[in-house]
């Protein structure tokens, strides 16, 4: 089955740029979304479809994918973007739906 | 308001049987594609379950295969996961979730999501 790599952790200063990624063979020929979750909350889709942003979620949110890697860039960090983030890819060829393992990002 | 609720999460013992619903307002439930996805207390988020708008079109995670149903019924806006053969490792929050409107349906991210019906497994 396909799998998905993302770091356990990254920190970063408020007004910083936060980088998360996810691994995969060929991942920049799957299409990658990303979640973000708050303690107690259910998740918010923050990226689709590799870079778009749905309606109300910050421009400061960007995503890439190319080759094994996808992107997260969370541009000005602010403490309210502390959380956990999640990549979801599909498994084309198990039809089935894989997340990443999740990255917590820390604000300091 | 676009809105998805679940319900019938308790407490089982193991080799027992639960069946979630999702109850989806707001928008055209007969329209999308739906999922079910768990998360385990401190831990991560493992998708489940998918079934397209029609049912016709349905696709299991390999660790409930064989154990787990998922249907809808579009005349009632409803989606459900009978659950069987209940492990302790199928204690977990379980989330519906819609996919999003899209050309490609099989690839489109996840775009509303209930807030989770808990499951517990124990003896």
């Known amino acids: 089955s396909y799998v998905v790599t993302q770091p356990p952790s990254v920190s970063v200063a408020p007004g910083q740029t936060a980088t998360i990624t996810c691994g995969g063979n060929?991942?920049?020929?799957?299409?990658v979304h990303w979640y973000q979750q708050k303690p107690g909350q259910a998740p918010v889709l923050v990226v689709y479809?590799?870079?778009l942003r749905p309606s109300g979620i910050p421009e400061r949110f960007s995503g890439s994918n190319s080759g094994n890697t996808a992107t997260l860039i969370i541009s000005r960090v602010e403490a309210g973007d502390e959380a956990d983030y999640y990549c979801?890819?599909?498994?084309?060829?198990?039809?089935?739906?894989?997340f990443g393992a999740g990255t917590m990002v820390t604000v300091l | 308001d676009v809105r998805l609720v679940e319900s019938g999460g308790g407490l089982v013992q193991p080799g027992g049987s639960l069946r979630l619903s999702c109850a989806a307002s707001?928008?055209?439930?007969?329209?999308?594609?739906m999922h079910w996805v768990r998360q385990v207390p401190g831990k991560g988020l493992v998708w489940v379950s998918r079934?397209?708008?029609?049912?016709?079109?349905?696709t299991y995670a390999e660790a409930v295969k064989g154990r787990f149903t998922i249907s809808r019924d579009n005349a009632k806006n409803t989606l459900f996961l009978q659950m069987k053969s209940l492990r302790a490792e199928d204690t977990a929050l379980y989330y519906c979730?819609?996919?999003?409107?899209?050309?490609?349906?099989?690839?489109?991210?996840?775009?509303?999501w209930g807030q989770g019906t808990t499951v517990t497994v124990s003896s």
């Open positions: 979730a819609r996919t999003q409107y899209g050309s490609n349906p099989f690839r489109s991210g996840f775009d509303i």
């Open positions: 707001g928008f055209t439930f007969s329209d999308y594609w």
């Open positions: 079934i397209d708008s029609d049912g016709n079109s349905i």
């Open positions: 060929n991942i920049g020929g799957e299409t």
């Open positions: 479809d590799d870079r």
């Open positions: 979801l890819v599909w498994d084309r060829n198990n039809d089935r739906y894989v």
